[in-house]
């Protein structure tokens, strides 16, 4: 089982794309979609609610093949740290072997800092995809400690018994979540970044918007 998280404020098809391309590299029965309820490694807090950003990964991946979401990190009590995350799969019955963990190249050159590390890397596989400016292939001189688990995920059957890194480079578009909101505050189209459900969403309820909204019963708590 495939594992997309992030904050996803908003979830965007760059978020889509890499989800498809890890699906398909891997042959994964499903990538569930898991937005965070506290990130972290941010200082502020995400801009949508959780009740929001999960009905946007929704939206986003209502009809496609595969795609999921849940609700997993929003219902917990404490930042959603990665390892917890994981251990929580765990308990569910999942082992190591069964989960693929996927990160944009740009998030995974940054692995060393992520809370009990190296630990983490020992809770499922890792499946980094290339993002605009960083291939996934950078992580072999980049992170030079790991490069005895970095397997490419084209030769995705030479890896070992034990989690490993697969390394996938794919085009993803490059869309970010800040430009995004960026957008959505001046007013400007937001044409081939979001699904068009999402898109709506945002419109109904003022997300990210500088106007204010008049609240109504159907706005989704904040």
Same mark, same amino acid.
């Given at each position: ?100 963990? %996927?990160?944009?190249?740009? #998030?995974?050159? @940054?692995?060393? =800092?992520?809370?009990?590390? *190296?630990? $983490?890397? +020992? ?56 430009? %995004?909101?960026?957008?959505? #505050?001046?007013? @400007?189209?937001? =044409?081939?970044?979001?699904? *068009?459900? $999402?898109? +709506? ?22």
């Amino acid at each position: 089982m495939g594992i997309l998280g992030g904050t996803l404020d908003p979830i965007h098809l760059g978020h889509i794309e890499a989800a498809l391309a890890a699906r398909a590299a891997l042959a994964l029965d499903q990538v569930v979609i898991l937005p965070s309820r506290v990130p972290p490694h941010r200082s502020t807090r995400p801009h949508a609610s959780g009740y929001h950003r999960f009905a946007m990964a929704s939206l986003a991946v209502n009809g496609i093949d595969g795609l999921v979401t849940s609700d997993l990190e929003l219902c917990a009590s404490a930042p959603s740290y990665t390892a917890d995350t994981l251990e929580r799969l765990h308990r569910t019955g999942l082992s190591a072997l069964q989960i693929f963990f %996927i990160t944009g190249a740009d #998030a995974f050159a @940054e692995i060393e =800092t992520w809370s009990r590390y *190296p630990h $983490v890397l +020992s809770l499922a596989h890792f499946v980094v995809v290339s993002r605009p400016g960083v291939a996934a292939a950078e992580m072999r001189t980049r992170l030079p400690g790991l490069t005895a688990r970095m397997v490419s995920a084209a030769r995705s059957d030479e890896g070992s018994g034990d989690p490993a890194i697969f390394l996938l480079d794919a085009r993803t578009p490059d869309i970010s979540s800040t430009e %995004i909101r960026r957008r959505i #505050a001046t007013g @400007e189209p937001l =044409t081939d970044l979001v699904a *068009p459900a $999402v898109e +709506s969403h945002i419109l109904r309820h003022g997300l990210y918007s500088l106007q204010p909204v008049i609240p109504s019963a159907d706005h989704l708590h904040g």
